[in-house]
T-cell receptor
Framework: KQEVTQIPAALSVPEGENLVLNCSFT??????LQWFRQDPGKGLTSLLL?????REQTSGRLNASLDKSSGRSTLYIAASQPGDSATYLC???????????FGTGTRLTIIP | DGGITQSPKYLFRKEGQNVTLSCEQN?????MYWYRQDPGQGLRLIYY???????QKGDIAEGYSVSREKKESFPLTVTSAQKNPTAFYLC?????????????FGPGTRLTVL
């Protein structure tokens, strides 16, 4: 059974710093991995999707990497801004299974 | 303006009542999903549907029911058999290609049992 872990559960950094959020998963036979952002009381916004054949994806100040052999993904945020404050969720799907398995998220606070 | 809509945003239920949460999408996606989110537990899958008139149980289907009569709509009924229904409910739909399956989410419905 796939398990997804995100550590730390919460992170605070000063504005302008670069930061890395971590995601680990137990079953490396993944189909794809998605990173989401969730603001309080809101739905999830898809940030990046990495296919199993890819090593990384980039969108603006965000870069997500995938290392299937070690069961890890990272989300790199460059030049953080207060508007980046949110909970970031990682989710994976496995081959032959359309369901997403979610981590519990990292709550990020950017300090102005 | 394409997307996923959920209604109502807030819903209050008395014990013993059934309530239905609405989810509509105009993205022409085949698959739709219902998740439940509780503090500290992440999202858990309730039901999903890959095609009209067909749906599958997720990890926590007990006390819930769904229907998929139209491609655009996937309503969730929370029955009185669900003992702890207070939670944030999220609907999603997905586009699936040969290479990936990307899910998109609605804004959610917060259900509170009085």
């Amino acid at each position: 059974k796939q398990e997804v872990t995100q550590i730390p559960a919460a992170l605070s950094v000063p504005e302008g710093e670069n930061l890395v959020l971590n995601c680990s998963f137990t079953d490396s036979a993944i189909y794809n991995l998605q990173w989401f952002r969730q603001d309080p009381g809101k739905g999830l916004t898809s940030l990046l999707l990495i296919q199993s054949s890819q090593r990384e994806q980039t969108s603006g100040r965000l870069n997500a990497s995938l290392d299937k052999s070690s069961g890890r993904s990272t989300l790199y945020i460059a030049a953080s801004q207060p508007g980046d404050s949110a909970t970031y969720l990682c989710a994976v799907s496995n081959f032959g299974n359309e369901k997403l398995t979610f981590g519990t998220g990292t709550r990020l606070t950017i300090i102005p | 303006d394409g997307g996923i809509t959920q209604s109502p945003k807030y819903l209050f239920r008395k014990e013993g009542q059934n309530v239905t949460l609405s989810c509509e999408q105009n993205l022409n996606h085949d698959a739709m999903y219902w998740y439940r989110q509780d503090p500290g537990q992440g999202l858990r899958l309730i039901y999903y549907s890959q095609i009209v008139n067909d749906f599958q149980k997720g990890d926590i289907a007990e006390g819930y029911s769904v229907s998929r009569e139209k491609k655009e709509s996937f309503p969730l009924t929370v029955t009185s058999a669900q003992k702890n229904p207070t939670a944030f409910y999220l609907c999603a739909s997905s586009i699936e290609t040969l290479s990936y399956n990307e899910q998109f989410f609605g804004p959610g419905t917060r259900l509170t049992v009085l």
